[in-house]
């Protein structure tokens, strides 16, 4: 719902547009200072400007403009995730709207059942950006939008929808504190559904599927979801073998700090999901298939969840460590 911005305004106060409201006086300042500019600015960060001084940054929300009268920005606010290599992931506020005929100004503060966040370049790091939307776009969970070049201010901005959840090192410890084989299988499982959806849908994944903030699980949904694709690498059945460290990382680890308890059907269940989900992502390597085939063999014969787990560290884990070895020693031969 809209909410026209008024009441309290002096040039020397700072604006910030999720709390004080500007009166006429602030509103005109506003759109003088945008009518006097050649072309609308794409990204304006926090700070001052003709006296006006904007807690919050603006970024241009792109369109055909076919009504040049008007124009709308995306309030960006807070920094809420520091650890991209590349950027800043901030809060997007709400959406400011702005009419030059009837010299108005609206602000619609963003819903809290779907946030947004806006990620900005440390600098205009146009290439990452763009593997980052061409990878992202094909997700519809993330909302993605294509991403704004201000080469004024030497930024990119990429802006899509807020996804919740925990990286994998909170997941870790977060599903050691449960001593449960289900919740722990179902972690690995919900990974290689969410990474096979990447390498055979799209044909690209993100160069280290390990690295903090890459992929969120969402404990509630049981879902994982990629949500940071920059350097991300195109793969085909004999590169992806690289990512087969994530793989051996994740199942061993995740694995651990589990007590030993009767094997259920429901175990079981999830246990064949496993084999399905991994074969389904490595279809032509014959190690790694074998050990998945020995499982299914012996799954039957198996009463105690120590006796799965050793059999999936041994057979499974070890093929994963094999071809991954093999695969590093051949890219390291050279080639003439």
């Known amino acids: 719902m809209f909410a026209y911005i008024e009441n309290f305004f002096s040039s020397d106060s700072e604006i910030n547009f999720t709390k004080d409201k500007l009166d006429k006086t602030a509103t005109s300042k506003l759109i003088d200072y945008f009518s006097r500019q050649n072309t609308l600015p794409l990204f304006l960060p926090a700070g001052k400007y003709s006296g006006i001084v904007l807690q919050q940054s603006l970024v241009l929300i792109p369109g055909d403009r076919q009504n040049p009268q008007t124009c709308s920005y995306l309030v960006v606010g807070e920094v809420i995730n520091k650890t991209g290599t590349t950027g800043l992931i901030h809060k997007v506020e709400g959406t400011l709207n702005i009419n030059f005929s009837n010299k108005t100004i609206t602000y619609n503060a963003d819903p809290p059942n779907s946030p947004r966040v806006a990620k900005i370049s440390k600098n205009e790091n146009q290439n990452v950006f763009d593997e980052q939307y061409t990878i992202g776009k094909n997700f ?3 909302n993605i939008i294509e991403p704004i070049f201000d080469p ?28 449960d084989l289900t919740s722990r299988l179902d972690f690995i499982n919900e990974f290689f559904i969410a990474y096979k959806a990447q390498l055979y849908d799209i044909g690209r994944t993100h160069g280290d599927l390990l690295s903090t903030g890459n992929f969120l699980y969402d404990f509630e949904k049981n879902k994982t979801n990629f949500i940071d694709f920059e350097h991300s690498q195109i793969r085909d059945e004999n590169s992806y073998l690289s990512d087969f460290s994530s793989f051996r990382v994740i199942i061993n680890q995740v694995l651990q700090q589990l007590s030993d308890k009767e094997l259920t059907q429901e175990h079981r269940e999830k246990i064949l999901q496993l084999c399905n989900n991994l074969r389904a992502v490595v279809p032509k390597n014959k190690e790694v298939n074998e050990a998945i085939a020995k499982l299914e063999h012996e799954l039957p014969n198996l009463t105690r969840t120590k006796e799965v787990i050793g059999l999936i560290t041994s057979s499974i884990y070890q093929a994963l460590v094999n071809s991954e070895s093999e695969y590093l020693s051949q890219s390291a031969q050279p080639r003439f």
């Open 140 to 142: 519809p969970h993330l």
């Open 152 to 179: 004024k201010q030497h930024k990119a901005i990429l802006v899509m929808n807020f996804i919740s959840g925990m990286d994998f090192d909170q997941s870790l410890d977060n599903l050691w504190e449960i001593d």
